[in-house]
């Protein structure tokens, strides 16, 4: 069992950047990824981003790339989500989630899930 925990969500302007953070605690293993989603009101569930544990090997989706940088510390098992730029399409709750040793951009992909962190961008 993981339990994940996000946190650094909250009202920025656009242009501005903010910094999530996903505590993890459990059963972690080493090559499994850590992947970052968002939800926004009506929409799907969105992958942003993954990494892996063990190498920090990142991958993103087109519309984040060059804004927002993935990183983790092993050693306090927690993933960084680093906003740049941020404009209001990134407005959404934020996920971590993880428990699988691949980098699967579906949602369906990962077991274990954080509770969300609201990220509102105004212009």
């Known amino acids: 069992q993981v339990r994940l925990v996000e946190s650094g969500g909250g009202l920025v302007q656009a242009g501005a950047s903010l910094n999530l953070s996903c505590a993890a605690s459990?059963?972690?293993?080493?090559?499994?990824?850590v992947a970052w989603f968002r939800q926004a009101p009506g929409k799907a569930r969105e992958f942003v981003g993954t990494i892996r544990w063990s190498d920090g090997t990142a991958s993103y989706t087109d519309s984040v790339k060059g804004r927002f940088t993935i990183s983790r510390d092993s050693t306090k098992h927690t993933v960084n989500l680093q906003m740049n730029t941020v404009t209001p399409e990134d407005t959404a709750v934020y996920y971590c989630?993880?428990?699988?040793?691949?980098?699967?951009?579906?949602?369906?992909?990962?077991?274990?899930w954080g509770q969300g962190t609201q990220v509102t961008v105004s212009s």
């Open positions: 459990g059963r972690i293993y080493v090559n499994d990824f």
């Open positions: 989630s993880t428990g699988v040793p691949y980098a699967g951009r579906r949602s369906s992909n990962y077991p274990y």
